[in-house]
């Protein structure tokens, strides 16, 4: 009888042990030809002259749009036109505030437009790190390969790459079919007002664009483990965000005569609680599409793992919430910011508030979100308020011909490239284009390595030279394949 029992736990793991196998044995990208692109001759030298001296205009916006250097914009704006001579004569340009939109029509009025978009406002240095600079983050210096500063990455590249492709096409005698704007905000780090009145003027035109293309993720090499070829997460969708503030409610009174629990700790419960209880993430939808592709490239071990969810769904499902970058991807995520007790150090606080920013994957929304908290935390003492937040982003098609025509400019360029669909995990001014675009896309195709990361809204922010070039060359093809047909 035992023998009997223990024959047949073998057969059935033997029978599961197999199809994990052929499941993992037949979890592989089909090789695909590499598309070649014609060769397109970009001026390096010059192409990353301009973006360095795009950097030394200080166009940092703040909060406070009346400490905008609205005097370093104009002069951004002016050099801007003086540089590209044949891309502001062949476009309608229209300016808001110091957001510019530059329409270069089509030859067939019948076709939806396209719309590319990026903005040259920069975030300020972090007050005390300014030695931290390798190089000055606003003399727009090219040393070792790299050019340097504030904007190099976010998203001065992205501006000056789209200006130098299209000058590129002008200048080849390209005419698109197919109308393509082109939209720069002056204000993205702080809202993106500008994007606004642009998207809302275009509204008002009754324009609906077949898809837009703004600033995102990045090509990149080594964020993945185990994979050395170029990984392209083209965003798909933004998250959201929401604020909502606990407040833990108590008898006050003297500090020298505490009860057991004061509205401190009650607080500091109620966070813990929710610390243990996040929003459930897993690996469907969107970040399914994502990482089945990405894992069809990894070594065997995680190939074994992705091809087989229906096993270790659990195992991986924790797994990729251990590393931050990951769990952002695969769920909303909840980050206590700010804390109130007290405003004295004898007296007991009546009433101790933590405010909490969620970012919020697209399967959620600020209700479904302040709910959850609410069945966490929720109590006689502790009470959930709703500050406010912005619902995360549709999800746009990766089955459309935008994605399509992005993926495979990337091809052309970088050769063995692995394009999948992504969520954008920051804010973008995409959010107000899309208001008006049947597909809208977050990404810039440039290449960074992981230590580049930390130069976005921090410090030696800088691009490689060649990265640059190849992202200029990418936004050729891209431009050309979209606004031809
Ligand atoms: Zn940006």
Do not use: C
């Amino acid at each position: 009888m035992l023998k009997k029992l223990f024959l047949s736990v073998l057969v059935i793991l033997f029978i599961f042990l197999s199809i994990a196998l052929y499941r993992t044995v037949t979890h592989t990208a089909s090789v695909v030809g590499i598309i070649e692109g014609e060769t397109i001759e970009i001026d390096g030298d010059k192409a990353s002259q301009n973006l360095a001296a795009s950097i030394r205009f200080k166009t940092i916006s703040y909060q406070d749009e009346e400490k905008f250097p609205f005097e370093e914009f104009d002069n951004f704006i002016k050099w801007a036109a003086a540089t590209y001579p044949e891309f502001h004569q062949v476009m309608e340009i229209d300016q808001h505030k110091h957001s510019l939109l530059f329409k270069w029509q089509g030859s067939d009025s019948t076709l939806a437009p396209i719309l590319f978009e990026g903005h040259h406002d920069v975030v300020p240095i972090i007050p005390g790190t300014e030695n931290l600079w390798q190089e000055n983050p606003f003399a727009g210096v090219i040393s070792n390969n790299r050019i340097w500063g504030r904007g190099a990455l976010d998203d001065k590249s992205g501006v000056i790459g789209l200006m130098e492709a299209a000058t590129y096409l002008i200048k080849n005698n390209f005419k698109p079919k197919r109308t393509t704007y082109f939209s720069f905000g002056h204000d993205e780090e702080v809202g993106g007002s500008g994007a606004a009145l642009i998207t809302e003027k275009l509204r008002q035109e009754g324009v609906q664009l077949s898809w837009s293309l703004g600033e995102g993720s990045f090509v990149n090499k080594g964020f993945f483990p185990g994979i050395d070829k170029f990984i392209a997460p083209i965003n798909v969708a933004e998250k959201g965000s929401a604020n909502l503030m606990i407040i833990a409610t108590a008898k006050g009174g003297h500090s020298s005569t505490p009860p057991k629990r004061t509205a401190v700790t009650i607080l500091a419960e109620a966070l813990v609680k929710l610390e243990k209880e996040p929003l459930p993430g897993s690996l469907e939808g969107l970040s399914a599409a994502m990482f089945n592709e990405v894992s069809k490239h990894m070594p065997f071990g995680y190939r074994f793992l992705f091809a087989n969810r229906w096993l270790f769904g659990g195992v991986l499902d924790s797994q990729l919430s251990s590393t931050p970058v990951i769990n952002a991807m695969i769920r909303t995520t909840t980050a206590p910011t700010m804390l109130n007790g007290s405003v004295k150090s004898n007296v007991l606080p009546i009433e101790a508030t933590a405010l909490i920013n969620f970012r919020l994957h697209p399967r959620d929304t600020t209700e479904s979100v302040t709910n959850h908290v609410r069945s966490v935390v929720g109590s006689n003492d502790v009470k959930v308020r709703f500050l406010g937040g912005r619902e995360a982003s549709e999800i746009s098609s990766w089955d459309s011909p935008g994605f399509k025509i992005v993926s495979s400019s990337l091809e052309k360029v970088y050769g063995e490239i692995v394009p999948v669909p992504g969520l954008m995990i920051a804010a973008s001014d995409t959010r107000h284009y899309s208001k008006i675009a049947d597909n809208s896309f977050r990404f810039n195709p440039f290449f960074i390595v992981p230590e580049d990361m930390t130069g976005i809204h921090g410090t030696n922010e800088s691009i490689d030279v060649d990265s640059f070039i190849s992202g200029i060359k990418t936004y050729v093809e891209i431009i050309r394949e979209g606004s031809s047909n």
